[in-house]
Protein backbone atom coordinates (compact mmCIF):
# COMPACT_ATOMS: atom_id res chain seq x y z
CA UNK A 1 0.00 0.00 0.00
CA UNK A 2 1.62 3.19 -1.06
CA UNK A 3 1.29 6.99 0.65
CA UNK A 4 -0.19 9.12 -0.99
CA UNK A 5 -0.11 12.14 1.38
CA UNK A 6 -2.05 14.47 3.41
CA UNK A 7 -5.08 15.67 2.52
CA UNK A 8 -5.66 19.33 1.87
CA UNK A 9 -9.04 20.28 0.48
CA UNK A 10 -7.92 20.14 -2.96
CA UNK A 11 -4.88 17.53 -2.92
CA UNK A 12 -5.94 14.00 -3.88
CA UNK A 13 -7.49 13.05 -7.07
CA UNK A 14 -10.80 11.37 -5.74
CA UNK A 15 -10.89 7.57 -4.98
CA UNK A 16 -14.30 7.69 -6.35
CA UNK A 17 -17.46 5.44 -5.81
CA UNK A 18 -16.75 1.72 -5.26
CA UNK A 19 -13.51 2.18 -3.87
CA UNK A 20 -12.07 1.34 -0.53
CA UNK A 21 -9.82 4.48 0.98
CA UNK A 22 -7.98 3.91 3.38
CA UNK A 23 -6.47 6.22 6.02
CA UNK A 24 -4.53 7.02 9.34
CA UNK A 25 -4.84 10.08 11.55
CA UNK A 26 -1.45 10.27 13.42
CA UNK A 27 -2.40 13.04 16.27
CA UNK A 28 -5.01 10.82 17.13
CA UNK A 29 -2.90 7.02 16.53
CA UNK A 30 -6.23 6.15 14.10
CA UNK A 31 -6.78 3.73 11.24
CA UNK A 32 -9.38 3.59 8.93
CA UNK A 33 -11.23 2.83 5.81
CA UNK A 34 -13.84 4.74 3.92
CA UNK A 35 -15.80 4.30 1.10
CA UNK A 36 -18.69 5.77 -0.93
CA UNK A 37 -20.62 2.46 -2.81
CA UNK A 38 -22.55 3.19 -6.44
CA UNK A 39 -22.60 1.05 -9.09
CA UNK A 40 -21.39 -1.76 -7.86
CA UNK A 41 -24.00 -1.70 -4.98
CA UNK A 42 -26.97 -1.06 -7.31
CA UNK A 43 -26.03 -3.69 -9.68
CA UNK A 44 -25.88 -6.82 -6.69
CA UNK A 45 -29.51 -5.59 -5.52
CA UNK A 46 -31.43 -4.97 -8.92
CA UNK A 47 -30.72 -8.38 -9.99
CA UNK A 48 -32.89 -9.63 -7.13
CA UNK A 49 -35.37 -7.00 -7.01
CA UNK A 50 -35.42 -7.13 -3.39
CA UNK A 51 -38.28 -5.17 -1.75
CA UNK A 52 -36.45 -1.94 -0.56
CA UNK A 53 -36.52 -2.21 3.14
CA UNK A 54 -34.25 -5.79 2.24
CA UNK A 55 -32.32 -4.11 -0.56
CA UNK A 56 -31.33 -1.47 2.28
CA UNK A 57 -30.55 -4.39 4.86
CA UNK A 58 -28.49 -5.93 2.52
CA UNK A 59 -26.27 -2.71 1.38
CA UNK A 60 -25.77 -2.23 4.95
CA UNK A 61 -24.19 -5.49 5.07
CA UNK A 62 -22.60 -5.02 2.04
CA UNK A 63 -20.74 -2.08 3.04
CA UNK A 64 -19.84 -3.23 6.76
CA UNK A 65 -18.45 -6.65 4.85
CA UNK A 66 -16.19 -4.34 2.76
CA UNK A 67 -14.72 -2.21 5.25
CA UNK A 68 -13.71 -5.65 7.25
CA UNK A 69 -12.79 -8.00 4.43
CA UNK A 70 -10.39 -5.38 2.78
CA UNK A 71 -8.30 -4.97 5.82
CA UNK A 72 -7.12 -8.76 4.89
CA UNK A 73 -3.27 -8.39 4.07
CA UNK A 74 -3.23 -11.90 1.88
CA UNK A 75 -5.07 -13.23 -0.78
CA UNK A 76 -8.19 -14.63 1.08
CA UNK A 77 -12.19 -14.85 1.58
CA UNK A 78 -14.11 -12.15 4.14
CA UNK A 79 -17.33 -13.97 4.48
CA UNK A 80 -20.46 -12.32 6.64
CA UNK A 81 -23.49 -14.22 7.51
CA UNK A 82 -26.40 -13.80 9.12
CA UNK A 83 -28.77 -16.74 10.59
CA UNK A 84 -31.95 -15.16 12.09
CA UNK A 85 -35.65 -15.64 12.98
CA UNK A 86 -36.76 -12.46 11.40
CA UNK A 87 -38.17 -12.16 8.10
CA UNK A 88 -35.09 -11.32 6.75
CA UNK A 89 -33.58 -14.86 8.03
CA UNK A 90 -30.07 -14.96 6.14
CA UNK A 91 -27.88 -12.36 4.64
CA UNK A 92 -24.52 -13.61 3.28
CA UNK A 93 -22.00 -11.14 2.36
CA UNK A 94 -19.01 -12.50 0.13
CA UNK A 95 -15.52 -10.84 -0.07
CA UNK A 96 -12.73 -12.03 -1.96
CA UNK A 97 -9.49 -10.00 -2.11
CA UNK A 98 -8.17 -7.80 -3.46
CA UNK A 99 -11.68 -6.68 -4.35
CA UNK A 100 -13.95 -9.06 -5.36
CA UNK A 101 -17.69 -9.08 -3.86
CA UNK A 102 -21.26 -10.87 -3.88
CA UNK A 103 -24.15 -10.99 -1.89
CA UNK A 104 -27.68 -12.17 -1.41
CA UNK A 105 -30.56 -11.93 1.12
CA UNK A 106 -33.00 -14.70 1.56
CA UNK A 107 -36.53 -13.06 3.12
CA UNK A 108 -39.76 -14.32 3.60
CA UNK A 109 -41.56 -12.01 1.43
CA UNK A 110 -45.29 -12.45 3.23
CA UNK A 111 -43.69 -11.58 6.90
CA UNK A 112 -41.94 -8.24 5.41
CA UNK A 113 -45.35 -7.10 3.68
CA UNK A 114 -47.42 -7.45 6.72
CA UNK A 115 -44.52 -5.52 8.89
CA UNK A 116 -44.61 -2.97 5.52
CA UNK A 117 -48.34 -2.32 6.40
CA UNK A 118 -48.03 -2.11 9.90
CA UNK A 119 -44.91 0.30 9.62
CA UNK A 120 -42.47 -1.40 11.57
CA UNK A 121 -39.82 -2.15 8.86
CA UNK A 122 -37.02 -1.04 10.82
CA UNK A 123 -33.59 -3.01 10.07
CA UNK A 124 -33.14 -4.61 13.74
CA UNK A 125 -36.35 -5.75 13.35
CA UNK A 126 -36.32 -6.92 10.03
CA UNK A 127 -33.17 -9.28 11.20
CA UNK A 128 -34.83 -10.10 14.67
CA UNK A 129 -32.88 -12.32 16.88
CA UNK A 130 -29.79 -15.20 15.58
CA UNK A 131 -25.93 -14.60 15.27
CA UNK A 132 -23.65 -12.88 12.76
CA UNK A 133 -20.94 -14.87 11.84
CA UNK A 134 -17.69 -13.59 10.38
CA UNK A 135 -15.08 -15.85 9.01
CA UNK A 136 -11.57 -15.24 7.34
CA UNK A 137 -10.43 -18.38 5.14
CA UNK A 138 -7.00 -18.00 4.01
CA UNK A 139 -6.85 -20.89 1.75
CA UNK A 140 -6.61 -24.75 1.78
CA UNK A 141 -3.35 -24.76 3.93
CA UNK A 142 -4.82 -22.76 6.68
CA UNK A 143 -7.39 -22.97 8.89
CA UNK A 144 -10.37 -20.90 9.27
CA UNK A 145 -10.77 -17.95 11.88
CA UNK A 146 -14.50 -17.54 13.00
CA UNK A 147 -16.14 -14.53 15.32
CA UNK A 148 -19.85 -15.23 16.28
CA UNK A 149 -21.90 -12.54 18.05
CA UNK A 150 -25.52 -12.30 18.67
CA UNK A 151 -28.24 -10.69 17.08
CA UNK A 152 -30.52 -9.57 19.48
CA UNK A 153 -32.69 -6.45 18.11
CA UNK A 154 -29.18 -4.84 17.40
CA UNK A 155 -28.45 -2.50 14.29
CA UNK A 156 -25.80 -3.75 12.14
CA UNK A 157 -23.30 -0.92 13.27
CA UNK A 158 -24.13 -1.89 16.52
CA UNK A 159 -23.51 -5.72 16.42
CA UNK A 160 -19.84 -4.33 14.39
CA UNK A 161 -19.01 -2.38 17.58
CA UNK A 162 -19.99 -5.97 19.79
CA UNK A 163 -17.61 -7.94 17.40
CA UNK A 164 -14.58 -5.43 17.61
CA UNK A 165 -15.26 -5.73 21.69
CA UNK A 166 -15.08 -9.30 22.35
CA UNK A 167 -12.83 -10.67 19.40
CA UNK A 168 -10.66 -7.97 18.74
CA UNK A 169 -10.55 -5.77 21.62
CA UNK A 170 -9.48 -2.84 19.09
CA UNK A 171 -11.23 0.32 20.27
CA UNK A 172 -13.09 0.88 16.67
CA UNK A 173 -16.42 2.76 15.84
CA UNK A 174 -18.27 2.17 12.79
CA UNK A 175 -20.65 4.01 10.50
CA UNK A 176 -23.08 2.73 8.01
CA UNK A 177 -25.76 4.54 5.27
CA UNK A 178 -27.38 3.48 2.79
CA UNK A 179 -29.72 5.46 0.84
CA UNK A 180 -32.52 4.57 -2.67
CA UNK A 181 -31.81 6.89 -5.06
CA UNK A 182 -34.39 8.34 -7.57
CA UNK A 183 -33.10 10.57 -10.71
CA UNK A 184 -35.13 12.02 -13.73
CA UNK A 185 -33.04 11.05 -17.23
CA UNK A 186 -34.92 11.86 -20.51
CA UNK A 187 -38.16 12.20 -18.48
CA UNK A 188 -37.63 9.14 -17.43
CA UNK A 189 -37.36 8.54 -13.28
CA UNK A 190 -34.04 6.47 -12.80
CA UNK A 191 -33.73 4.07 -9.75
CA UNK A 192 -30.35 3.15 -7.75
CA UNK A 193 -28.99 2.72 -4.78
CA UNK A 194 -25.69 4.88 -2.79
CA UNK A 195 -24.07 3.21 0.37
CA UNK A 196 -21.18 4.74 2.37
CA UNK A 197 -19.79 3.55 5.37
CA UNK A 198 -16.71 4.60 8.01
CA UNK A 199 -14.24 2.23 10.23
CA UNK A 200 -11.86 4.05 12.19
CA UNK A 201 -9.94 1.86 14.91
CA UNK A 202 -7.25 3.23 17.66
CA UNK A 203 -4.08 1.73 16.76
CA UNK A 204 -1.26 3.32 18.91
CA UNK A 205 1.91 2.42 19.52
CA UNK A 206 1.55 1.62 23.23
CA UNK A 207 -0.36 -1.33 23.88
CA UNK A 208 -1.37 -0.08 26.99
CA UNK A 209 -2.87 2.80 25.65
CA UNK A 210 -5.02 0.14 23.11
CA UNK A 211 -6.18 -2.04 25.68
CA UNK A 212 -10.27 -2.28 25.23
CA UNK A 213 -11.43 -3.11 28.99
CA UNK A 214 -12.72 -6.53 29.43
CA UNK A 215 -16.81 -7.09 29.31
CA UNK A 216 -18.28 -7.41 32.78
CA UNK A 217 -17.72 -11.13 33.75
CA UNK A 218 -21.33 -11.32 35.40
CA UNK A 219 -20.32 -12.39 38.75
CA UNK A 220 -19.39 -9.36 40.51
CA UNK A 221 -21.56 -9.15 44.09
CA UNK A 222 -24.37 -7.52 43.87
CA UNK A 223 -24.72 -4.04 43.97
CA UNK A 224 -21.23 -3.49 43.31
CA UNK A 225 -20.55 -1.89 39.70
CA UNK A 226 -17.50 -2.32 37.65
CA UNK A 227 -14.67 0.08 37.98
CA UNK A 228 -14.65 2.70 35.43
CA UNK A 229 -12.14 3.47 33.14
CA UNK A 230 -11.60 6.53 31.11
CA UNK A 231 -10.96 6.07 27.63
CA UNK A 232 -7.75 7.50 26.38
CA UNK A 233 -8.16 11.29 25.55
CA UNK A 234 -7.27 10.73 21.61
CA UNK A 235 -9.42 7.98 20.78
CA UNK A 236 -12.59 9.81 22.90
CA UNK A 237 -12.04 12.51 20.09
CA UNK A 238 -11.70 10.49 17.07
CA UNK A 239 -14.84 8.37 18.50
CA UNK A 240 -16.64 11.76 18.91
CA UNK A 241 -15.73 13.22 15.66
CA UNK A 242 -16.94 9.85 13.53
CA UNK A 243 -20.25 10.32 15.42
CA UNK A 244 -20.74 13.87 13.85
CA UNK A 245 -21.17 12.15 10.07
CA UNK A 246 -24.24 12.24 8.82
CA UNK A 247 -26.22 10.00 7.07
CA UNK A 248 -25.95 12.10 3.86
CA UNK A 249 -22.10 12.91 4.01
CA UNK A 250 -21.52 9.45 3.54
CA UNK A 251 -23.43 8.72 0.48
CA UNK A 252 -23.61 11.77 -0.98
CA UNK A 253 -21.50 11.98 -4.22
CA UNK A 254 -20.67 15.27 -4.16
CA UNK A 255 -18.96 14.56 -0.74
CA UNK A 256 -16.73 12.35 -2.08
CA UNK A 257 -14.74 10.17 0.67
CA UNK A 258 -11.75 12.51 0.77
CA UNK A 259 -13.71 15.51 1.34
CA UNK A 260 -15.62 14.00 4.30
CA UNK A 261 -12.19 12.75 5.98
CA UNK A 262 -10.61 16.40 5.60
CA UNK A 263 -13.74 17.78 7.42
CA UNK A 264 -13.67 15.27 10.48
CA UNK A 265 -9.94 15.40 10.75
CA UNK A 266 -8.15 18.24 8.79
CA UNK A 267 -6.80 19.92 12.54
CA UNK A 268 -4.72 16.66 13.77
CA UNK A 269 -3.56 15.80 9.85
CA UNK A 270 -5.45 13.25 8.00
CA UNK A 271 -2.77 10.92 5.34
CA UNK A 272 -4.72 8.41 2.89
CA UNK A 273 -3.55 5.67 0.83
CA UNK A 274 -3.93 4.29 -2.80
CA UNK A 275 -7.44 3.39 -2.75
CA UNK A 276 -8.86 -0.63 -3.89
CA UNK A 277 -11.51 -0.92 -6.32
CA UNK A 278 -14.80 -3.36 -5.22
CA UNK A 279 -16.57 -5.05 -8.13
CA UNK A 280 -19.58 -6.97 -8.45
CA UNK A 281 -18.31 -9.86 -9.05
CA UNK A 282 -19.56 -13.60 -8.47
CA UNK A 283 -17.37 -16.39 -8.17
CA UNK A 284 -19.31 -19.25 -9.29
CA UNK A 285 -18.44 -21.05 -12.41
CA UNK A 286 -20.13 -24.56 -14.14
CA UNK A 287 -16.36 -26.31 -13.24
CA UNK A 288 -17.64 -25.77 -9.16
CA UNK A 289 -20.57 -26.83 -9.43
CA UNK A 290 -19.77 -30.28 -11.37
CA UNK A 291 -17.57 -30.57 -8.90
CA UNK A 292 -20.04 -30.46 -6.01
CA UNK A 293 -22.49 -32.42 -8.32
CA UNK A 294 -19.84 -35.56 -8.41
CA UNK A 295 -19.85 -35.90 -5.03
CA UNK A 296 -23.78 -36.37 -4.71
CA UNK A 297 -24.81 -39.79 -4.42
CA UNK A 298 -26.95 -41.30 -7.42
CA UNK A 299 -29.82 -41.08 -5.24
CA UNK A 300 -29.19 -37.14 -4.50
CA UNK A 301 -28.80 -36.81 -8.14
CA UNK A 302 -31.64 -38.90 -8.94
CA UNK A 303 -33.70 -36.65 -7.27
CA UNK A 304 -32.08 -32.79 -8.26
CA UNK A 305 -34.05 -34.03 -11.72
CA UNK A 306 -36.69 -32.10 -12.92
CA UNK A 307 -37.74 -32.17 -16.64
CA UNK A 308 -35.24 -34.57 -17.78
CA UNK A 309 -32.31 -32.22 -16.20
CA UNK A 310 -30.45 -30.91 -13.54
CA UNK A 311 -30.68 -26.94 -13.02
CA UNK A 312 -28.31 -25.15 -10.47
CA UNK A 313 -28.96 -21.40 -9.87
CA UNK A 314 -26.72 -19.33 -8.24
CA UNK A 315 -28.30 -17.20 -5.51
CA UNK A 316 -25.71 -14.72 -5.71
CA UNK A 317 -25.79 -13.88 -9.14
CA UNK A 318 -28.83 -15.38 -10.57
CA UNK A 319 -27.11 -17.11 -13.20
CA UNK A 320 -28.66 -20.61 -13.95
CA UNK A 321 -26.30 -23.90 -15.20
CA UNK A 322 -28.06 -26.92 -16.95
CA UNK A 323 -26.67 -30.65 -16.55
CA UNK A 324 -27.56 -34.07 -18.26
CA UNK A 325 -28.17 -36.32 -15.30
CA UNK A 326 -26.04 -38.74 -17.11
CA UNK A 327 -22.82 -37.20 -16.54
CA UNK A 328 -23.22 -38.01 -12.58
CA UNK A 329 -24.74 -41.36 -13.03
CA UNK A 330 -22.43 -43.35 -14.81
Aim: with cysteine; aromatic share 6%; hydrophobic share 40%.
Amino acid sequence: MSEIGNLGPRSVQPAGDDAVLPFEVEGLDVRGRVIQMGPALSSMLARHDYPPPVSKLLGEAIVLGVLLGSSLKFEGQFLLQTQTDGPVDMLVVDFRTPGNLRAYARFDAERVAEMEAEGTLEPAALLGNGILAMTIDQGVHTSRYQGIVSLDGSSLEDVAHTYFAQSEQIPTAVRLAVAEMMTREDGKVAHSWRAGGLLVQFLPQSEDRMRQRDLPGGDAPGGLDDEDEDDDDAWVEAKSLVSTTEDHELIDPEVPAERLLYRLFHERGVRVFDPTAVRDQCSCSRERIVGVLRSFSAEEITESIEDGAITVTCEFCGLKYNFDPAEFLS
